[in-house]
């Protein structure tokens, strides 16, 4: 089982910038994708980006050229850059692991993950 903490939400203006950090504790070895998402109050949960131990990474379009994903394996610990955030970023932000290997196409999917963070809130005013 893996346990995963969120940090670094907050509340922030249009235009600026946050970085998300999540820490991986416990069994973390096959924790091959790692991933952010978010949920706002009455949507669904959508992937935001997701990496892979090796460095590959994906994001979803809405955030693409805003956001930068990273991992620190060593530290077992991945980031989320955003920069330039806009109002509809404000949003519960989740990290997740994926156990094993899961297709590219299916990286920013909620169902492919099975452990979860408790989340960290990002608000972004106008």
């Known amino acids: 089982q893996v346990q995963l903490v969120e940090s670094g939400g907050g509340s922030v203006q249009a235009g600026g910038s946050l970085r998300l950090s999540c820490t991986a504790s416990?069994?973390?070895?096959?924790?091959?994708?790692m991933a952010w998402f978010r949920q706002a109050p009455g949507k669904e949960r959508e992937g935001v980006a997701a990496?892979?131990?090796?460095?590959?990474?994906s994001s979803a379009d809405p955030v693409k050229g805003r956001v930068t994903i990273s991992r620190d394996n060593a530290k077992n610990t991945l980031y989320l850059q955003m920069n330039t955030l806009k109002p509809e970023d404000t949003a519960m932000y989740y990290c997740?692991?994926?156990?094993?290997?899961?297709?590219?196409?299916?990286?920013?999917?909620?169902?492919?993950?099975?452990?979860w963070g408790q989340g960290t809130q990002v608000t972004v005013s106008s």
């Open positions: 416990g069994y973390t070895g096959s924790s091959y994708v």
């Open positions: 990496a892979d131990r090796g460095g590959s990474t």
């Open positions: 997740a692991a994926a156990y094993g290997v899961i297709t590219y196409s299916r990286w920013l999917l909620p169902g492919e993950y099975h452990n």
